[in-house]
């Protein structure tokens, strides 16, 4: 493990040093939304910012969101058994119910458990992602503690006419993928319809053994667990003459996942999101938009063939903000957000709604080399009453294109309706909203042929949720997590490298018999590096992850092992828009486990035929 973590940032500098000595090249940093509510470039972000376009997507041939995002700085995930199966994610070490997504600009996740199925979500159906790292509640209200993800779904492009486009996967495990979508637009409108199906027989997701008291799955059922999924997306947009713009959105992912378990083993799932935005200009520097959405999801679990119960949500939300330009470099933004919660199951739940409303305040101004953001929010929650978070950032340009950052923040996260009122004894409704309270250094460097961040920061969380030795939820007194993380960016003579570091510390505070232990299932050391080149049509690549040991438990009893997989992969360019690509991953059949008992694939073998105009 720490031979692959040096390897990985030895081969990082070293690239860095000689693309120093290379001449100019043009590269334009991408524009975000998600760090400010507002359209402002990568680079300009006084936060730590990764963009991944659909450009690297098809780049990575990634099976899954987890897939792709694994081992970003700060980002560890835990999968419970293979592709299809519940996945979480962690961000900087905060609780995997800390990071708020964002699909299209509605957030989704289950109102019970509050955590978005990252399982669910199809790779094929994804334009772009925005991850943001560090406290945002005072910019999006309640469980932006560790940061936010933005997912973007494919859209269609007003250079006029129609765009078909398809791809099909098949490989181990009996996996067969599959995507169609149709693309379009013109001066004024744009528009995009994509449908997607996705089936395989799995692995076995809990090894055998897992019988074992309050550990594993609870049952040994040595089977081949499956996963089926199918979706189907639409997206698209009119802007008139006068400025005025009609966007909407709405993807649906039906999906079956058999798993192992002692009284259920197969769910049929629904995940829904819709939103609809509305923008215009009221006064020449004076921009509102009006937005709702909608998120559903669905859970019907079964015993083989038995119907064994249903937990069903639903998250309604609204949104009206107000960007106005005070000056030149200077932006005020004010807004207030609503959202309504629902859930209803079989098993009866003590309260199944609850509603927030949120006010907030930005300020974005340039200084000369200086540029701070300042933000404000105040929430009303109707079962926990009001929350105020702030946010206070400022950055140092240098010469060179060297700067300096530095920020502290607020943030709270609401009990879950699964944590307060769960029945079987699994809730608690003592249960406190967690509060937290963040600062961050930031070093970073944007040149023509590399880039490269260092960020430093400390989390300190009074109330965390954490379930104990017999998984029941309660408040430990406090959490502190500490963390470094670097990134680095090359192009050199053809080669790309994309390098990523994470040193994390995040401990349990509470002075009890647990105090000092390491928060479960966070890896205190994650490491990433992504090598590929271009050979005329023929394309090369390959990423290799390691990650440290963790925990499964709040008590530390149940050890998770460090490890590091590699990942090679192959594009042959054949025709024009069409491409051919191999990908072998976990190349040399490392066994691991980011859950305790239970199991992710080995040495797999995919092959992808793809259509894409849009790669001419």
Known sequence: MKK???AAALLSCTMAAQAADQGDANTLSPVIVTATRTAITADEALSSVTVITRADIERLQPLSVQDLLTGLPGVSFANAGGIGQQTSLFMRGTNSSHTLVLIDGVRIGSVGNGLPAFEQLPVEQIERIEVVRGPR???????????????????????GGLVPSFSVTTGSDNLLRGQAGLAGGSEHAWYNLSVGAQHTRGINACRIGAAEAFAGCFADEPDQDAYSNKNLSANGGYRWDNGVQLTGNWLRSLGEIHFDGSYQNRSRTVQQVAGSALSFNLLQAWKTTLSVGQNLDRYDNYENQDFVGYIYSRRNQASWQNDVSLAENQLLTLGVDWQGEHIDSDTGFLATRRHDTGSFVQYQGTFGRNEVQLSARRDDNSQFGGHNTGAVAWGYHFDHDLRLSASYGSAFHAPTFNDLYYP????NPDLKPEKSRSAELGLSQQLDMWNWAVNAYQTRIDQLIALDSNYFPSNLSKARIRGVEGQLGVNLDGWQLQGYLTWLQPQNRDGGPNNGNVLPRRPEHTARVDLDRRFGAIGIGATVYAAGRSYDDVANRHPL?????TDLRASYHFAPDWQVEARL?????????TVYYFNQ????????LRYSPAMR
């Open 561 to 565: 092992a460090g490890y590091s997989t």
């Open 601 to 608: 694939p080995g040495r797999s073998v995919f092959l992808t």
């Open 424 to 427: 079987y004894g699994s809730g």
């Open 137 to 159: 509640s005072s910019l999006y209200g309640a469980d932006a503690i560790g940061g936010v993800i933005q997912i973007f779904t494919r859209h269609g492009s007003r250079d």
């Open 4 to 6: 692959s973590l040096l």
């Open 585 to 593: 991953a976990n190349a040399f059949g490392r066994h691991y486990e």
